[in-house]
T-cell receptor, first 117, second 113 residues
Framework: KQEVTQIPAALSVPEGENLVLNCSFT??????LQWFRQDPGKGLTSLLL?????REQTSGRLNASLDKSSGRSTLYIAASQPGDSATYLC????????????????FGKGITLSVRP | NAGVTQTPKFRILKIGQSMTLQCTQD?????MYWYRQDPGMGLKLIYY???????DKGEVPNGYNVSRSTTEDFPLRLELAAPSQTSVYFC????????????FGQGTRLTVV
């Protein structure tokens, strides 16, 4: 059974700091890994998607890396801003056992980030 | 640009009542999912579907039912609502393949009293 872990559950940093959010998963047979942002009371917004054959993806101040062999991904946020305050969730899309197609999307519990002005 | 649409946004049910949470997507995605999110517990998969006519249980299916008669729609049925089903419910969809971003609806906040 795939398990996705995000530690710590919460993080508070001063504005301007570069920070790294960690995600680990137990089964490396994944199609891709995605990082999402969730603001309080809102739905999830996709930030970055890394295919299983890729090592990293970048979007603006965000950079996500993937190491399938060790079951780890990191989301790097450069020059953090108060507007980055939100919960960040990672999720993996698993390969179906027999067809090789993508099947379940499994989430970590998220990291709640607070960026202090 | 509708994406994934969930209705209703909020609902209060009495214990024992039934209701259907609606989810529709206009991106022709094969895969659809229902999650519930409880404080501090992350998102737990209730049911998912890999195509019309095909559904499978997730981690927490008890007390729920789904159907997938069309590619667009994936309703979630709650029979005999219980306080333990108080939660925020999210519907999501993805296309097939490794470069397929997941899209989420805005959620349904359900309270069972």
């Amino acid at each position: 059974k795939q398990e996705v872990t995000q530690i710590p559950a919460a993080l508070s940093v001063p504005e301007g700091e570069n920070l790294v959010l960690n995600c680990s998963f137990t089964d490396s047979a994944i199609y891709n890994l995605q990082w999402f942002r969730q603001d309080p009371g809102k739905g999830l917004t996709s930030l970055l998607l890394i295919q299983s054959s890729q090592r990293e993806q970048t979007s603006g101040r965000l950079n996500a890396s993937l190491d399938k062999s060790s079951g780890r991904s990191t989301l790097y946020i450069a020059a953090s801003q108060p507007g980055d305050s939100a919960t960040y969730l990672c999720a993996v899309v698993e390969k179906a056992l027999y067809t090789g197609a993508n099947s379940k999307l499994t989430f970590g519990k998220g990291i709640t980030l607070s960026v202090r002005p | 640009n509708a994406g994934v649409t969930q209705t209703p946004k909020f609902r209060i049910l009495k214990i024992g009542q039934s209701m259907t949470l609606q989810c529709t997507q206009d991106m022709n995605h094969n895969y659809m999912y229902w999650y519930r999110q409880d404080p501090g517990m992350g998102l737990k998969l209730i049911y998912y579907s890999v195509g019309a006519g095909i559904t499978d249980k997730g981690e927490v299916p008890n007390g729920y039912n789904v159907s997938r008669s069309t590619t667009e729609d994936f309703p979630l049925r709650l029979e005999l609502a219980a306080p333990s089903q108080t939660s925020v419910y999210f519907c999501a969809s993805t296309a097939h393949g490794p470069n397929t971003e997941a899209f989420f609806g805005q959620g349904t906040r359900l309270t069972v009293v």
